[in-house]
C-alpha cells in the first residue's frame, strides 16, 4: 500500500506551501517538550527532515537537509534536556484525537528488528530478527499500533534487552542503560505498554497480536481480568480447554474435529490486491465461563494450500460474530504496514546513535513523523486539510 509513500513526497513539496501551517501546528503541540528555543528548532528541523525525500535519514542528511551542521541533529539527540517518553505521549495523542475510535480502535503488539554492526549499541546481539528473517547481529524492539478504519500509527515503543545484556551492568551503562533497567520478555514489555494504554484511557475495541504474545498465558489472563476483548495467535501445539468436563486438546485437534460445514470463507479486510479471503472456523471452548463473555479458538485456512492454518483464542462479548472476529485476526497487517511505512518514509532505522536514550529519542521522532503522515492521510480521506489539533499554551519554534 502507496498512500503512505505518496503523501510523504506531497509533503515535501507543500510542506513551505499549502501545508506548512498544518506541519507547524503539529510540531507546536511538542514545543513545551523542550525548555530552549534551539532544541526547539532542531526538532521541527529533524521531523522536516524525516518527512524528505533523502533515501537515508541519518545525522548527516538530515543536517544537510537542516542547513546545519550534523553535530547540531547529534545534540539533539544526545545531549539536549528533554524527555522522550513525553513526546511519546504528546505524539500518541495526536494520533488517537484524530483517527481515534473507541469500538472499532484495535491495540496491536508487534517487533520489529533493526540490522546492527559491533557489539555497542544498546541491546544489540545475535538474535532472531524478522527483518531478515533469520538470525543476525541485530536490535529488537516492540511496538505498540493503534488502527482503526480511519487510519493507523505507532503510539508506544521499548527497545528489548537480552539477558547478556541485562546480566552485564558494566555494559549496560557504558551504553546508557540505567541500573534500574532489568530483563523483560517481550510479552512482558508488551504488557507494559497495553497497560500504559489502559492507565492513559486510548479509546479501543480490541487487541490482537502474533503468537509470541498469544502464547502467553499471563497476558492474556490480564485481559481477561480486564474485560479487553482480543483474538490472539497462537501455536497449533496450543493447549486448550474443550467443552468437555476437564478435557484439553491441543489447537490443531480441535480444530481438526470439526465438520467440514463448519468452515466458511470470509474476508478479513481489504489488502493491496483487493479482499484477502480464507476459509474460518470457530470452536468453542473453555466450559466455565463468565456470563456475557464467550471464548472461541478460531481457524483461519488458506484457500490454495488447505494445510496452511493459523490459530487464534478469542475472547469476546457473547453475541460477536464471526465476520468481527475474522476481522481482528487481519487488523494484524496494519502494524506491519507501519513499520513497513516508519523504515520507508520516517526514517525509523536510519539512525546511527549507539546509547539507549539517544535511541529512544530518534524513535520517537520517527513516530511522530509517522503521526503526522497517518493525520495527513484521514485528513485527506474525509476531504478536509486542517488537522484538529489542540492547540498548545507554548508557541512553537
Known amino acids: ?81 528533554w524527555n522522550a517518553d513525553a513526546l511519546r505521549d504528546d505524539v500518541r495523542d495526536a494520533v488517537l484525537e484524530n483517527i481515534g ?6 491495540l496491536i503488539l508487534d517487533e520489529t528488528g533493526f540490522l546492527k554492526k559491533g557489539v555497542r549499541s544498546a541491546g544489540v546481539t545475535r538474535q532472531y530478527s524478522g527483518t531478515a528473517g533469520r538470525i543476525e547481529n541485530s536490535q529488537v524492539a516492540v511496538f505498540l499500533a493503534y488502527g482503526c478504519n480511519r487510519g493507523r500509527a505507532l503510539i508506544d515503543r521499548e527497545l528489548y534487552l537480552p539477558k547478556d545484556w541485562t546480566s552485564n551492568r558494566e555494559r549496560c551503562r557504558a551504553a546508557g542503560i540505567g541500573d534500574d533497567v532489568e530483563f523483560a520478555t517481550k510479552p512482558d ?36 481480568e480486564n474485560d479487553i476483548p482480543h483474538v490472539l495467535a497462537v501455536p497449533k501445539s496450543q493447549m486448550v480447554m474443550t467443552m468437555e468436563f476437564f478435557g484439553q486438546a491441543r489447537a490443531h485437534e480441535l480444530i481438526g474435529r470439526l465438520p467440514d460445514e463448519a468452515w466458511q470463507r470470509l474476508s478479513c479486510g481489504d489488502g493491496a490486491h483487493g479482499p484477502r479471503e480464507y476459509n474460518w472456523a470457530a470452536a468453542p471452548i473453555r466450559p466455565w465461563r463468565r456470563e456475557g463473555w464467550d471464548h472461541w479458538l478460531l481457524a483461519r485456512r488458506s484457500i490454495s494450500d488447505p494445510t496452511e ?89
Open 1 to 81: 500500500m502507496r498512500v503512505f509513500a505518496s503523501l510523504s513526497v506531497f509533503v515535501l513539496e507543500d510542506i513551505t506551501d499549502g501545508w506548512s501551517g498544518d506541519f507547524a501546528d503539529f510540531t507546536a503541540r511538542f514545543a513545551d517538550r523542550f525548555g530552549r528555543v534551539e532544541p526547539r528548532r532542531r526538532m521541527v528541523s529533524y521531523l522536516r527532515g524525516l518527512l524528505g525525500e533523502a533515501e537515508r535519514k541519518n545525522g548527516w542528511t538530515l543536517a544537510e537537509a537542516a542547513d546545519d551542521g550534523p553535530q547540531g541533529m547529534q545534540r539533539l539527540l544526545n545531549h539536549y534536556q
Open 101 to 106: 475510535d473507541p469500538h472499532d480502535g484495535v
Open 189 to 224: 514489555i508488551g504488557l507494559r505498554m497495553l497497560k500504559r494504554a489502559v492507565e492513559s484511557e486510548v479509546p479501543f475495541g480490541w487487541v490482537t497480536a502474533d503468537e509470541l504474545y498469544g502464547q502467553t498465558g499471563r497476558l492474556r489472563l490480564w485481559l481477561e
Open 309 to 397: 492454518i493459523a490459530y487464534y483464542i478469542c475472547f469476546c462479548p457473547t453475541g460477536t460474530p464471526l465476520e468481527k472476529l475474522t476481522e481482528i485476526a487481519g487488523a494484524r497487517w496494519m502494524v506491519e504496514e507501519c513499520f513497513q511505512t516508519a523504515k520507508n518514509e520516517a526514517g525509523l532505522d536510519h539512525y546511527q546513535v549507539r546509547g539507549y536514550t539517544p535511541w529512544y529519542r530518534h524513535v520517537t521522532l520517527s513516530m511522530a513523523a509517522l503521526a503526522f503522515l497517518a493525520i495527513l492521510r484521514a485528513e485527506t480521506k474525509k476531504g478536509t486539510r486542517k488537522f484538529e489539533l489542540m492547540k498548545p499554551s507554548c508557541p512553537s519554534a
